[in-house]
């Protein structure tokens, strides 16, 4: 059951002035994947636990309510699936003249705004703004635990859930390319190492870590440490991440 906000006075852009939350029984009863479902329910579990004498709307206001006042972190992004038969993930490639992370696998997102005012409208805006993915075509999920960017910024990844009839389109001066994992594979999908070099100072030294190939693209990084936390909370997969010199 869609939950609108009603503290607008938390969103001071008039394109984000409610949100709409998913309940899994209502993703249930729609049809929705129960891959999606499942994922849901996790998310949420953390959050609040239903029972016989929790209404809906007093659930979709707890999830709300936690989603919008949790600290503020330094950036959000928006991992956004798609409600489909088959769900899909969505990803984006960084422009290549970015003078940070040019031409890395990440989520859409950014850093937050203080006109933002909360982690949510962050992920939303910026989303939009590189992808063109309307707020209102947007359900809820819940949170991931925030993560840190190499740069030190806290990052909050908040997941959503999209409607399938969205055009996207990539903001050239932000990202090169937008594709897709399908949401059933990637559960299952093998990881390899991926070296780079890593340069401080006058020292440099090549390091490897785990990695995902997807859509011929590679999936490292603060992208890759956040995909797998996706998969261990929503599906039980645990996922050994690590960063060593070679």
Same mark, same amino acid.
């Given at each position: ?7 607008? /006075? ?16 209502? =993703?249930?009863? +729609? ?6 479902? /499942?994922?849901?329910?996790? =998310?949420? $579990?953390?959050? !609040? ?9 007093? !659930? ?8 919008? /006042?949790?600290? #503020?972190?330094? $950036? ?23 003078? $940070?992370?040019?031409?890395?696998? *990440?989520? +859409? ?22 992808? $063109?993915? @309307? ?11 925030? /993560? ?12 959503? =859930?999209? %409607?399938?009839?969205?055009? !996207?389109? @990539?903001?050239?001066?932000? #990202?090169?390319? #937008? ?8 559960? %299952? ?21 785990? *990695?995902?190939?997807? %859509? ?11 995909? +797998?936390? =996706? ?10 991440? !690590?960063?060593? +010199?070679?």
């Amino acid at each position: 059951m869609p939950a609108s906000s009603s503290s607008p /006075q938390l969103l001071q852009s008039p394109r984000f002035t409610e949100f709409a939350i998913a309940l899994p029984d209502a =993703l249930r009863q +729609a049809g929705t994947h129960p891959l999606i479902v /499942q994922l849901t329910e996790r =998310l949420q $579990a953390s959050i !609040y636990e239903q029972n016989e004498a929790t209404s809906d709307i007093a !659930y979709a206001k707890q999830i709300l309510d936690t989603l919008t /006042q949790t600290d #503020i972190a330094d $950036a959000s992004v928006l991992i956004v699936l798609t409600d489909e038969a088959e769900p899909k993930l969505m990803l984006t490639r960084r422009a290549g003249h970015l003078n $940070a992370h040019a031409g890395e696998v *990440s989520f +859409a997102g950014g850093k937050h705004e203080a006109s933002d005012g909360n982690n949510v409208v962050t992920a939303l805006r910026e989303t939009c703004e590189e992808t $063109a993915l @309307p707020p209102s075509k947007v359900k809820l999920l819940g949170q991931l635990p925030p /993560q840190t960017s190499k740069a030190g910024l806290s990052v909050r990844p908040i997941v959503a =859930l999209a %409607d399938p009839d969205v055009i !996207y389109v @990539p903001e050239l001066g932000e #990202i090169e390319r #937008i594709f897709w994992a399908d949401l059933a594979t990637l559960i %299952d999908a093998p990881t390899q190492d991926y070296k780079f070099e890593y340069t401080q100072g006058e020292q440099t030294a090549t390091l490897v870590t785990l *990695s995902w190939l997807i %859509d011929s693209e590679v999936v490292w990084g603060l992208t890759g440490r956040i995909l +797998a936390d =996706l998969l261990k909370v929503g599906f039980d997969r645990e996922i050994d991440w !690590y960063l060593r +010199a070679v």
